[in-house]
C-alpha cells in the first residue's frame, strides 16, 4: 500500500487526533498527504510523515466549493490531479462526489478496519466507543457491519 498516494481530508485528523490514534495513519500509510486548507482546518501542527501539497486546479476546487466544504474540495481536487490517489473522505456528501468522480475512498473508519485487519488495533470497539465518546457518529448498522468485518462482533 505504500506505493499509493493517500490524501486526508480534515475529519479523518480530527477524529483519530481526539482518540490519540493519528499515528495510525503513519502505521498504515507512511506518508499522507493535505492541501494547505485541510492543514489550516486541522489548526494544529502536522506531524513530519504529513505533507502539504497544493491543488494546481484553483478553478476546479473552487467549482467544488459551491456544495462542499473549502477542505473536501481541496481534497477532491488534489486527488484528482494525483494519479491513483486513496482520498480518506468521511462526510456523505464529499464521498458521493468524490465516487461519482471514480475515486478510491475510505473513511476514518475504513482506515480503523484494515488497521485491525493489519493488527495495527487490538480492538476496535474499544476505539468505535472513544470516537463516539468524543463525538464522531456512526449509525448502529455502520458500527455493526464493521465490527463483523474486523471479527469482534
Known sequence: MHD????S?????IALTKIDKIIILHQM??????????AREFGEMLPVWMHILQVKNKKYQQLLEATLDIGESSAIALAIEMKDALLIIDETK???EAKRLGLRITG???VLLKAKQRGFV?????LLDELEIKGFRISAEVRNEILKEANEK
Open 4 to 7: 499509493t498516494v493517500v490524501i
Open 9 to 13: 481530508d480534515t475529519s479523518c485528523l
Open 29 to 38: 500509510y507512511e506518508e499522507v498527504i493535505v492541501t494547505e486548507e485541510i
Open 94 to 96: 464529499g464521498r458521493k
Open 108 to 110: 476514518t473508519l475504513g
Open 122 to 126: 487490538q480492538n476496535l470497539k474499544f
